[in-house]
């Protein structure tokens, strides 16, 4: 779908937590929403950027865009019907109502080990604090990667992490083999 087809489909306005993004159509598991835009900046300019720290997504290690509307309005849901596929393009993850509010789990993009906010999205799985990707419990962590809604850079080093504990197997077998 072009982005073109998408005008008037969302909107930035005033919800119960402040400024927010709603859905002004409905949307479709898959359907894509809008683009981050935004200009690019390190790990230094967001913690430059004070209070407004958690405007820019993380896309890289030390990279980041520094988001422009309407990307900077959304807000994060323990429970999203959003996500965030190639570093930058918003997905629905299910339907979503004319109305709703589209929301991201910040953490499927969070890896700096910086910064952290308190939640109050209501959700009955409301984790209570957010935080970086690593923190989220396994089975989360596996439905976000099955979506594909995984930062690359962090499906890049879970990637690592694995090769890792499999070399330290090898290793561990080769020597019980020579025991
Ligand atoms: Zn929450």
């Known amino acids: 779908m072009s982005e073109l087809t ?18 002004r159509r409905e949307f479709h598991r898959g359907d894509y929403i809008f683009t981050f835009t935004g200009p690019l900046i390190d790990f230094d300019g967001t913690v430059a950027k004070g209070e407004r720290e958690s405007d820019p997504l993380q896309i890289g ?16 849901s323990c429970a999203p019907n959003s996500g ?4 930058r393009i918003l997905i629905a993850i299910r339907s979503i109502q004319p109305g709703e509010e589209i ?3 910040y953490s499927t993009t969070m890896g700096d080990g910086h910064w952290t906010m308190i939640c109050a999205c209501g959700n009955a799985s409301c984790r ?9 419990d396994q089975e989360l962590r596996q439905s976000y990667l099955e979506l594909n809604v995984v930062q690359g850079y962090l499906r890049h080093r879970l990637g690592e992490q694995l090769q890792a504990d499999r070399h330290g197997r ?9 025991r």
């Not at 998408?6 to 859905?23: H, K, P, Y």
């Not at 209570?128 to 989220?136: K, M």
């Not at 090898?170 to 020579?178: C, I, L």
């Open 6 to 23: 998408t005008a008037g489909s969302f909107e930035v306005d005033r919800g119960d937590l402040g400024w927010g993004i709603f859905a």
């Open 103 to 105: 929301s991201l789990d």
């Open 84 to 87: 965030v596929i190639e570093n």
């Open 170 to 178: 090898g290793e561990m077998a080769s020597k019980d083999f020579r």
């Open 128 to 136: 209570g604090v957010i935080r970086d990707f690593e923190y989220l």
């Open 61 to 76: 290690e030390n990279l980041y865009i520094d988001l422009e509307e309407p990307g900077r309005s959304i807000n994060h």
